[in-house]
């Protein structure tokens, strides 16, 4: 097969993996900077230039768009697809992940246990959102990532300032969630690596400090945990929910069972080195099987 992955380069340790496991099976893999990439928007013709080339003949592409990169990334993944080239996540999937207004709403409505969310524009409203989701809050912009973009206030008086500093330096109107604190999992939260219809690897993430945040990103210190059926179901669910076959879902254990706090649509492979499982060759092969059989369909079909 002749894969590409679309990221930031070759140095990224994910891409590294991918290329490895991929190579170590016989593929032919091309690493793309797809935000050095241009496209082509021609009635006939969709096509993408790289470094002065046209892309083509690819069996598979493996997006890893980064969240800063998201509406460009998810451009260049959308015109591969209309090239009809299977892609391990779909366009629309990684842009819903990206707004966690939208994902919880695909949550709520699939049915998926998740913290309290309450969301608002006027700040004249704490008095009565705080009633409704009680002391302490999390808030958090809506694009946030790896921890950034969130915070925890523990009075009224903290959570109306904490709303209007969003506000004031939010001119790009991104939403803003105030999300129930789940204190019996302060500074812990679980990661599930989805890949398909399986969870291939599971890690616990705690914060080694006061922060509330527990992202490795932030100094968290993962370790390997095995999931109950219940959190590997939920987990499934959401990843599926959001139409990602390739997720890393974030959970937390409160008093009233597993929740979701988040899926992630380009999660790190820092959970190989953490639980020593290895989640490169288990995507690979997930592209191997379902591109292999979409593209002999499509034979088929010709």
């Known amino acids: 097969m002749k894969i590409a992955i679309l990221s930031n380069g070759n140095a990224n340790y994910s ?6 496991e991929a ?16 496209i082509s928007l021609d009635e006939k013709h969709p096509n993408i230039y790289y470094k002065g080339d046209k892309l083509s003949g690819f069996d598979a592409i493996i997006p890893r768009i980064s969240n800063s990169m998201t509406k460009y990334g998810c451009a260049i993944v959308r015109q591969f697809e209309m090239q009809g080239i299977w892609t391990a996540s779909s366009s629309i999937a990684i842009t819903r992940a990206r707004d966690k207004l939208r994902s919880q709403q695909i949550l709520t409505k699939a049915g998926v246990d998740t913290p309290k969310t309450l969301v608002s524009r006027n700040t004249a409203d704490i008095d009565d959102l705080l009633e ?12 946030g990532t790896h921890g950034n973009g969130v915070v925890l206030a523990d009075t009224k008086k903290a959570a109306k300032s904490a709303l209007q500093a969003f506000y004031l330096y939010n001119e790009d109107g991104t939403n803003i969630l105030l999300q129930e604190y789940v204190k019996e999992s302060a500074g ?12 291939v690897a599971s890690m616990q993430r705690q914060s080694l400090d006061d922060d509330f945040r527990s992202n490795l990103h932030k100094g968290g210190l993962g370790t390997s945990i095995k999931l109950t059926d219940e959190e590997k179901k939920l987990a499934l669910r959401a990843a599926k929910a959001m139409g990602l076959h390739i997720a890393g879902v974030d959970l937390m254990r409160s008093d009233k069972g597993p929740v979701v706090l988040e899926v992630n649509a380009s999660p790190g492979f820092g959970i190989e080195r953490v639980t020593g499982r290895d989640v490169a060759s288990k995507i690979i092969e997930y592209v191997e099987h379902n591109a292999t059989r979409r593209n002999s369909k499509d034979r088929v079909g010709a």
């Open 15 to 20: 891409t590294k993996r991918l290329v490895e």
């Open 132 to 143: 409704q989701i009680g002391l302490p809050v999390i808030i958090k912009l809506a694009t």
């Open 188 to 199: 812990t939260d679980i990661r599930a690596f989805v890949v398909g219809s399986r969870v």
């Open 23 to 38: 190579e170590k099976r016989g593929h032919k893999v091309t690493v793309i900077k797809y935000k050095n990439c241009y």
